[in-house]
């Protein structure tokens, strides 16, 4: 059931970003943190650019390290794919409009 219109943002915000500003702002590099969870550096950098997802295990190592709790880890990743779902429907439905738009059997939208 879809309440009214969603609030979307423009561009979905991936836990690596608040990763990322934690190293800066602790003055700890990725390869040190990586040996701190004990995980790869470039599973770590990965992480960080957005190309692999927060699991549970993760945020638990990420809660031990920074205390910030895991499930602040979590929703944050869920928040990210919920939002980019929604950005990519967004975007089908832009495209299937301007598809009919340039149909000529069907009336365009007003």
Not at 13 to 26: A, M, N, Q
Request: net charge positive; hydrophobic share 40%; glycine share 2%.
């Amino acid at each position: 059931m879809k309440n009214q219109e969603t609030p979307l943002p423009y561009k979905a915000t991936h836990p690596g970003i608040l990763i990322f500003d934690e190293l800066k702002f602790r003055s700890i590099s990725q390869v040190e943190l990586a040996a701190r969870m004990g995980v790869q550096k470039s599973l770590l950098n990965e992480l960080i650019k957005g190309k692999r997802a927060v699991n549970a295990e993760i945020a638990l190592l990420l809660e031990q390290i920074f205390e910030i709790p895991a499930e602040y880890w979590m929703r944050l990743q869920a928040q990210y794919e919920l939002d980019h779902a929604r950005i990519q429907q967004k975007t089908i439905e832009r495209l299937a409009k301007a598809a009919n738009w340039n149909n000529p059997n069907t009336t365009p939208p007003h």
